[in-house]
Each structure stands twice: as C-alpha cells, then as structure tokens.
C-alpha cells in the first residue's frame, strides 16, 4: 500500500510559480511511475504530466507543455510539478497518482491517489 500527500499548493499571482510535491510513505514510491492530474471547478480531472520510475522519460499535457516541469527524487520519495507563468486556467486541486508504467499513468487504472492540493491563481 502507498499512501501520497500532495503539499506545495496556495495561493500565487498570474505569471508566478509555484512548486508541487507529492511524496510517498509505506512503499518506496521509485517502484512506480507517477503523475500528477488536476480537477479545476466544474470540470473533469484531467492529466497534467507524468515520470517513469527512473525519471528518464516525461510526459506533459499540451495546456502545460514548455511551462510544467515534472522530476522526482527517489531518494526522499518525493515526485515534484514546478509549475512557472501561471494563468487563471491553471486553478484546480492538483493530485498526485501513482501506478506500474506511465502507459497506465495516462490511461489507467491508477493504483493510487492523494488527496489533492489546491492552487488558485488570481490577482
């Protein structure tokens, strides 16, 4: 069993950053890929960007591409999202999941989940 607890969420102005972590406890996390997702109000969860167990191959939604960065440390058991030039539209609850390839990452099933942490970018 792994249990994930995402942190790093709050409040930042249009064209800030902002950096994620998602770490691990009951399970080294470097046996699975990881991903993060997120759910902004009234709308569908939908996939941000995700990490092979290694850390040598990424993937990164269209909407997010060239301003998220997702890596891991396996070390601490912890996957990071730095996420730089924030707008409005990235406002949601930010999850973290985990599972057994990236392949799955993306299109399930997910083995695991968080609880989420919330970023609400505004002025």
């Known amino acids: 069993q792994v249990q994930l607890v995402e942190s790093g969420g709050g409040l930042v102005q249009p064209g800030g950053s902002l950096r994620l972590s998602c770490e691990a406890s009951?399970?080294?996390?470097?046996?699975?890929?990881v991903g993060w997702f997120r759910q902004a109000p009234g709308k569908d969860r939908e996939f941000v960007a995700a990490?092979?167990?290694?850390?040598?191959?990424?993937y990164s939604a269209r909407s997010v591409k060239g301003r998220f960065t997702i890596s891991r440390a396996n070390v601490k058991n912890t996957v990071y999202l730095q996420m730089n030039s924030l707008t409005p539209e990235d406002t949601a609850v930010y999850y973290c999941?985990?599972?057994?390839?990236?392949?799955?990452?993306?299109?399930?099933?997910?083995?695991?989940w968080g609880k989420g942490t919330l970023v609400t970018v505004s002025s």
């Open positions: 990490i092979s167990w290694s850390g040598g191959s990424t």
């Open positions: 009951g399970r080294t996390l470097s046996s699975f890929a």
């Open positions: 999941a985990a599972s057994y390839s990236v392949g799955y990452i993306v299109a399930g099933p997910i083995n695991y």
